[in-house]
């Protein structure tokens, strides 16, 4: 029988179709080929030093979209989307023809759409470069599907779908999906979960479990049962799954320290010298700590190995909460450090024989012009050994030192180690600077504490693997000895005989609050203030900041410094040799008449010998015992004379007018 009339034309366009259909579309796949994605569509995974996820962050704009293999993803995943979206997915060429004849015979019969008939392939054609739906769409998606399976293998057209199919707000690919919903990596999905997140990309929104659950919890029951007559699950698997609840909220991402990474390029894998479980135990501190703060005080705490120099966990603000500025990076906001600088200040002066810690520095009060410092606690304790002083932290030994020592010259010194005070434009360090009176970072601080408690030598601490900075000198290693010696005592609530060594400092009106630690493996900075620089109410650094550094050091392993060894190596420090240095001439209160050349003269000490008048080295001996120094003019002059080993022997002098 012959086919005629309408009928006829319209079986003989079908038989034909096919033929001219695929034709067509391997041209226009040729000539107009899909996009690939570009590098920056992508969200970055952040690491830690094992390689284990510690924190997601999105794509400029706050889409969650991150690049997917399929063997990160839970097999059963995989199958189930293969089963139930595209069952000839690995054999047919981008495109289903069955299902196009099927799809077009039902638009011929219905004049519409009924049938999409598109591959996984041909969504992910879709997915690479969204167009109205429409019959002209189908042709692209087509042409474009035949072009993917031409020149990209199966598994990565299916990882193109995991990374690129949306699920709902700003949720895009399994792992965001997986992330927001279930709080676990795509890889650990079980079959309920899987089924969810198979479903929800065909209707993203509709289907949000967060929004409507019945919609979600029916299309997931029904892909279940799908997977059973496949042969995927058995009736009793399926029966489990279904009995499962389902998420009614998105979860937080994981985002641990998103202040450290925002202003840094974010490829698509960052890895980082942090600790995940280390990084963890400190969130979870810092939450609680926060919590019986006041709302709108903040915290910041930073742990960094010794003596690699690398940060293994950082606190740097609440993020997202707008009262404790969250968003701001309190690690490197600048602050005044209080006290916390007086430990720099007393290494200089015994690296450069200025004082050691014997020395007896006046604990009374003092004018210096118009400055009048006070001790904190309103009191003054008379004559003190420096190493007492700096342990009590009492502020006009400190205050009397830096007079000696310079401002300007401690300042430059800071300085020439890379780590500068932030002084206000034009203005010149002075005596109050030993007291918090500038500005420095926590990571500043972080530098120089961990310089005092290797060799003196200071370098930025870092949180990437590689790309180590170089170190600038600013002790000695003796003098950081002495006075990480000074230092070392047992925290607040520590056993006895071990201890950490420590220094706090409170900057005026309680505005900072910080306490500084350090053991044999490690180095802590704890900070506790406003964001907004006002002053905090009720108590100094050792009644906020202290507390939290012994909690910090009680998750890190122990590796505690001896408080009785330091007490031997600061004994030690100061005991003198059976030769010990001298300063012959001049003597201690000699007044010399100023005219011309003096010469100075030791005797003892390790050589070679080094002269200073005021802290200004005079000139190289070498292995000699004498230089000569010409005044000035007449005033009084400090002399020192300094040894291989930092010993010091010095004289207070005056200097007449020539008559």
Known sequence: MTLTGRKGRLFATLAVAPIVALAGVVT???????????????????????????????????????????????????????AVEDRRFATEPGVDPR??????????????????????????AKLLDP?????????????????????????????????????????????????????????????????????????????????????????????????????LLTPEETRAAIAEALPTARQPMPRAVPQLFARVHRPPLLTTTLDGPTQAALQR?????????????SLAVMIADLPSRRLRAVWAGDWGDARRAGAIDLTSAERSPGSALK???????????????????????????????????GRFAGNVRAADALRRSLNLPAVRLLAQFGAVRFAAALSAAGEPLRLPRGAVASLPVVLGGAGQTMRGMMALYAALATDGAVSPLGWRPSGVAAASRLLSPASAQ???????????????????????????????????????????????GRPDGTAMDGGAAADHALPVLARVFGLLPASPRSAAEAMHLLSFAVTPDPDPLRLLFPPPGAVIDGAGALDLKAMGGIRPLSFLVDGAPVASVGALRTTQWTPPGPGFYRVTVLDAHGRAAQAAIRIKAAE
């Open 343 to 377: 430990p720099f200040l007393y290494g200089l002066a015994f690296s450069q024989g200025l004082a050691n810690p014997d020395t007896l520095l006046a604990d009374s009060p003092a004018r210096f012009g118009g400055y009048a410092p006070e001790d904190f606690t």
């Open 131 to 231: 167009r109205p739906r429409g019959l002209s769409a189908k042709v692209i998606e087509a042409a474009r599907g035949v072009d993917l399976w031409w020149r990209m293998p199966r598994r990565d057209v299916l990882g193109l779908w995991l990374s690129l199919a949306p699920f709902g707000g700003n949720l895009v690919g399994v792992e965001a999906a997986s992330y927001a919903y279930f709080g676990k990596p795509p890889g650990a999905l079980d079959a309920a979960e899987a089924a969810l997140l198979v479903a929800l990309p065909r209707r993203p929104e509709a289907l949000r479990p967060d929004r409507h659950p019945e919609a979600a919890r029916r299309i997931r029951d029904r892909i279940l049962r799908l997977a059973e007559t496949r042969g």
């Open 285 to 297: 501190l810092a939450r609680a700590t926060l919590a019986k703060l006041p709302p709108d005080v």
């Open 28 to 82: 226009l796949g040729a000539v107009w080929p899909a996009p690939t994605p570009r590098a920056e569509c992508w969200g970055t995974r952040v690491v830690d030093r094992g390689g284990a996820l510690i924190a997601l962050s999105p794509v400029p704009g706050g889409v969650w979209r991150f690049r997917v293999s399929p063997e990160q993803v839970s097999p059963f995943l995989v199958q189930l989307l293969v």
């Open 99 to 124: 299902a196009v004849l099927r799809a077009g015979w039902q638009w011929l019969r219905a004049g519409h759409v009924v049938s999409g008939g598109s591959t996984l392939t041909m969504q992910v």
């Open 482 to 528: 002495t006075i990480a010696a000074i230092l070392t005592r047992a925290l607040p609530g520590a056993p006895e005989g071990q201890g950490i060594a420590w220094k706090t400092g409170t900057s005026w009106g309680d505005r900072d609050n910080w306490a500084f630690g350090f053991d044999r493996a490690q180095v802590v900075g704890v900070w506790v």
